[in-house]
């Protein structure tokens, strides 16, 4: 099983970021998809999660409005689309593919904030 998180980096407040995750090693579609956040002792915070076919999505209050969640089971990926970041929003953003009691996590990517 793999999960690898690609498109971190520096950005401005105001800017945009699309992170993806490419899966492999299990069946995709059957999982359903989150993206979580941490920053250095905080708790993991769930920022925004996608159903297995992709009918239903959830975000956390603090990214609803600016964060879009999406998925391509044809090519196993998942994407976050991050706009009007913040400096708060500076984590490090892992993707988690989850079925009943299974969970899978990647390495994460680094998103930063700059001014």
């Known amino acids: 099983v793999q999960l690898v998180e690609s498109g971190g980096g520096l950005v401005q407040p105001g800017g945009s970021l699309r992170l993806s995750c490419a899966a492999s090693?299990?069946?995709?579609?059957?999982?359903?998809m989150n993206w979580y956040r941490q920053t250095p002792g905080k708790e993991r915070e769930l920022v925004a999660g996608?159903?297995?076919?992709?009918?239903?999505?959830n975000y956390a209050g603090s990214v609803k409005g600016r964060f879009t969640i999406s998925r391509d089971n044809a090519n196993n990926t998942v994407d976050l689309q991050m706009n009007s970041l913040k400096p708060e929003d500076t984590a490090l953003y892992y993707c988690?593919?989850?079925?009943?009691?299974?969970?899978?996590w990647g390495q994460g990517t680094q998103v930063t904030g700059s001014s």
């Open positions: 988690q593919a989850r079925y009943l009691w299974y969970a899978y």
């Open positions: 090693g299990f069946t995709f579609s059957s999982y359903a």
């Open positions: 996608i159903s297995s076919a992709g009918g239903n999505t």
